[in-house]
C-alpha cells in the first residue's frame, strides 16, 4: 500500500497524482498531507522552503539540495521502487538512495512542480515530526500566511524548546481564550527575544499579536 493510500479518507482527491509518491512513510503525516494537498504552488514553494531548511539544520537532508530536486528524486525514485518500506523504513538509507537517484530530465517534465514540492515537503516533514513527536501540520497555514516569520530557523527554535505546535496554531489564529492565550504568548515571546536585536518585551508582544488572525 503507498503512502497516500494508507492514510485514507483523510487525504481526499487533492493528493490523488502522487498517491505513490513516498511509498508508505508514516501515516501519522495524514495532517501533513492533508495541509499540502490542497495549497496553490506558491504556499507550498514556501512551505516546502521552510520544512526542508529544517530538515538541513537537523541533518536529514543534504545542505544544497533544493525542495524541487528532491521532489523529483522522490517520485522517480518511487517508480523505480525506491520507497521508505523498501529500504526496511530506515530513513537514513532511503535519503541516501534518493541522494545518489539519477533522476530522467524527460521524466521530469511529466511530475508537476506542486508534486515535486509535496513530496519533499512530506518525505522531510514526516521525518521532522518523528523527531519531534508531534504533527507539523497545524504550522503549514501559518507558514503560508507568514512567510517571512515562520521561516525554519524560528520554528526549529519554537520546536526545541518544546512548545505545542497546536498551541502556536491557535494563537495565531485567535483560537485561544485569553487565559490560555497568556502562558503561550510568554513562550513565545521568550523565544523570540532570542532571536530579536534588540525590542523589549512590550514589543515583542504588540508584534506578536500583530500578526494574529
Not at 544544497?64 to 523498501?86: F, K, R, W
Not at 512548545?163 to 515571546?189: G, H, M, Q, T
Amino acid at each position: 500500500m503507498g503512502f497516500w493510500s494508507s492514510v485514507g479518507s483523510a487525504i481526499g482527491s487533492a493528493c490523488s497524482s502522487v498517491c505513490s509518491a513516498v511509498g508508505s512513510v508514516v501515516s501519522s503525516a495524514a495532517s501533513l498531507i492533508r495541509e499540502v494537498g490542497n495549497m496553490a504552488v506558491e504556499g507550498l514553494r514556501s512551505v516546502a522552503n521552510v520544512i526542508c531548511n529544517i530538515g538541513k539544520a537537523l541533518g536529514f537532508i543534504e545542505q544544497n539540495v533544493e525542495p524541487e530536486e528532491l521532489g523529483d528524486q522522490i517520485l522517480q525514485a518511487e517508480e523505480m521502487g525506491i520507497t521508505l518500506d523498501s529500504c526496511d523504513r530506515d530513513y537514513d538509507i532511503y535519503m541516501e538512495k534518493i541522494k545518489s537517484f539519477k533522476v530522467d530530465p524527460e521524466k521530469s517534465k511529466t511530475f508537476s512542480t506542486d508534486d515535486k514540492l509535496r513530496a519533499a515537503s512530506v518525505v522531510v516533514g514526516a521525518k521532522i515530526e518523528d523527531h519531534y513527536g508531534q504533527s507539523i501540520g497545524p504550522l503549514v497555514p501559518l507558514i503560508s500566511r507568514l512567510p517571512e516569520f515562520f521561516n525554519g530557523t524560528r520554528l526549529k527554535g519554537l520546536l526545541d524548546a518544546g512548545l505545542l505546535v497546536n498551541k502556536i496554531s491557535d494563537y495565531f489564529s485567535s483560537n485561544l481564550r485569553v487565559k490560555e492565550a497568556a502562558p503561550v504568548e510568554a513562550d513565545l515571546i521568550k523565544q523570540e527575544s532570542k532571536l530579536s536585536l534588540g525590542g523589549d518585551e512590550s514589543q515583542l508582544r504588540d508584534m506578536l499579536r500583530s500578526m494574529r488572525e
